[in-house]
């Protein structure tokens, strides 16, 4: 696997300045930074070194400037700046290689090479109304386990179901009274008789003790209550897997917190022998050092039961055993932030030593999310309503002439999807964020679909172009690319390799979706250009050589955005 082109660049110039100023390489890299367009590619501040040397650093700049010959570069001091600029020749080139090289799976790597990942995503709560939070989980992780899995991780995607616990018995207790026999195996009765039940719940103490009794059935393994149990997770897994299967998501294992049932008593114990538990009204705690008035760790309540943070600490446990993992990420809403503070301290407590290798990737809440039904109830309503509302947007621009497709229900899959996945993901997950119909299926906004038109374009114009003959292209014909235009197209083509390492370590697809809506609108400027003047276009009649660069420019913008939509779980279609 060879170094990645912007990658390769920023080493050369660093190996120079280490060798002129001269300064261990570690330090120069330190230092070294992407220049503002005007003034080039790299830039290094030269204060640090000026200030050893006691030097003016314009005067320091202006010294070694001139001893840095780094081919395929020019580079000039500015002030008290070393700056780089990248020449067209070979850059452009290599680029142009690269994306024709790797093809789909432009920006892939191997830093992840050897190294197992663990992203615990999406885990919805069977039985219950889905939250949109789970909607954020799935998307979220899903992208993340793409983005290790193209750098060589091997990726063990978990769907943590909460598919035990007290909501069962209010289901169970509330089908006697509003369930209908024929639609035991319907998702959305079984979420209503949920709600109704829960509503009940809330009123009449005696109906809660009965779903409370139902649950403790379960928790003693009884066979009736369990083949009930059994019979409500099937419903819902249905419904679950269809929606994810729509998506194009896969998960590894659905382990949920049914899976450790029974399989607590040995963490315990190691808790007890380790960092010590106590009984705290009536409930066993972890011995934690805890805050004023910060919520204990619960480790089994005063009925026996366990629960959330008992299963969580079963299954970290569990996962490491099974997986060694150099990572396992859980994908969760920041409102439970403390939860997983507390588990993996106690995990580090314990005396795991790779407690500190688990993180919460988490992220805030959407609001204003609500379908034409009403409340939202099923994570597949919202995909079914985005797919409505995308079709009337087809029909729109179908009949202005703005788009063509002979299978419109088909595109406004992959138009309404992508406009929910790409719509969450566009945002730096930490932030909470206002959920839009309107905004995140429009066509000129920084949305999803916005960038599957472009991909759209650049594939139409490369159909195109297959009708009439053209000269093959040579390497030696990036060089005619000579607009800014083509120039700034070429360096966000050949941003992505590093900007997927980012986004991996900081867990962030915003990243690649940010980097998407740039690369469609610098695409699109491009592209347009030939609206006003005829030299600019892509299809030139009379220059062969500069025609074939712009197409290998096209089909290299083409790859990168096929590539980055692939990498959020986004759908790219050929035609629209
Ligand atoms: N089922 C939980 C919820 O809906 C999310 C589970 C997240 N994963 C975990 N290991 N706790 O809130």
Not at 132 to 138: E, K
Not at 161 to 174: C, M
Not at 393 to 420: C, D, F, M, Y
Not at 491 to 502: F, H, M, N, Y
Request: proline share 4%; hydrophobic share 40%; glycine share 8%.
């Amino acid at each position: 696997m060879t170094t990645p082109v912007l990658q390769n660049y920023r080493q050369k110039f660093a190996k120079a300045l280490s060798l002129a100023l001269p300064s261990p390489l570690a330090e120069v890299e330190k230092f070294l930074k992407p220049a503002e367009e005007v003034h080039g590619d790299f830039t290094l501040p030269m204060f640090a070194w000026a200030k050893q040397a006691k030097k003016n650093p314009a005067q320091l700049a202006s010294e070694i400037a001139p001893q840095l010959a780094v081919e395929g570069m020019e580079v000039k001091a500015l002030g008290p700046y070393v700056n780089a600029r990248l020449l067209p020749m070979p850059f452009g080139a290599e680029v142009l290689l690269s994306t024709r090289q790797q093809g789909a799976h432009y920006g892939s790597g191997t830093s992840g090479a050897g190294k197992t990942v663990v992203i615990d995503f999406s885990s919805p709560n069977i039985a219950k109304p889905i939250a949109f939070h789970h909607i954020r989980s799935t998307v979220i992780g899903n992208a993340l386990a793409n983005l290790h899995r193209s750098q060589g991780w091997k990726v063990v995607g978990i769907n943590y179901l909460g598919d035990w616990g007290k909501q069962f018995g209010l289901v169970a207790a509330g089908f006697a009274l509003f369930g209908d026999n024929t639609q035991k195996h319907n998702m959305r009765h079984l979420v209503d008789v949920y709600v109704k039940a829960n509503a009940k719940a809330e009123e009449e103490p005696a109906f809660d003790d009965k779903a409370r009794a139902f649950f403790a059935r379960m928790e003693a393994g009884e066979a009736e209550a369990l083949a009930l149990w059994r019979e409500f997770r099937e419903a819902s897994l249905v419904d679950f897997k269809a929606l994810y299967a729509r998506l194009g998501i896969h998960f590894d294992a659905y382990e949920g917190e049914s899976f450790y049932q029974g399989k607590m008593d040995k963490v315990i114990e190691d808790i007890s022998n380790s960092l010590g538990t106590r009984v705290s009204q009536g409930a066993l705690i972890a011995n934690l050092p805890y805050a004023d008035g910060e919520p204990p760790v619960l480790l089994k309540k005063n009925d026996g039961s366990t629960l959330y943070a008992t299963r969580d600490l079963a299954a970290a446990v569990d996962r490491f055993e099974r997986f060694g993992f150099d990572k396992s990420l859980y994908v969760v809403a920041a409102d439970q932030s403390l939860h997983f503070r507390q588990v993996f301290s106690v995990l580090e407590k314990m005396g795991k030593p790779w407690a500190h290798h688990l993180s919460h990737v988490a992220f805030g809440r959407v609001h204003g999310m609500s379908t034409r039904k009403g409340q939202l109830h099923l994570l597949s309503e919202v995909l079914d309503e985005a797919q409505s509302r995308a079709l009337e947007k087809v029909r729109e621009n179908i009949s202005q002439g703005k788009i063509h497709t002979h299978t419109p229900e088909a595109l406004a899959e992959q138009i309404g999807l992508g406009a929910i996945v790409f719509g969450d993901l566009k945002n730096r997950r930490t932030t909470d964020y206002v959920f839009d119909w309107e905004e995140v299926l429009s066509f000129e906004g920084h949305t999803g679909v916005y960038v599957q038109y472009a991909y759209a374009r650049a594939s139409a114009i490369l159909q195109k172009a297959a009708t009439t003959p053209s000269a093959p292209f040579e390497d030696t014909c990036a060089g005619e690319l000579g607009l800014p235009e083509e120039q700034s197209l070429l360096r966000w083509v050949a941003k992505l390799p590093e900007l997927i390492q980012e986004a991996v370590e900081q867990n962030e697809p915003s990243f690649v979706a940010r980097w998407l809506l740039d690369g469609a609108a610098a695409f699109s400027r491009w592209y347009t250009l030939g609206n006003q003047d005829r030299s600019k276009r892509v299809l030139l009649e009379d220059n062969p050589r500069l025609r074939s660069a712009r197409l290998a420019l096209v089909e290299a913008t083409r790859t990168a955005l096929g590539s980055g939509l692939g990498l959020l779980g986004v759908a790219a279609p050929q035609n629209m």
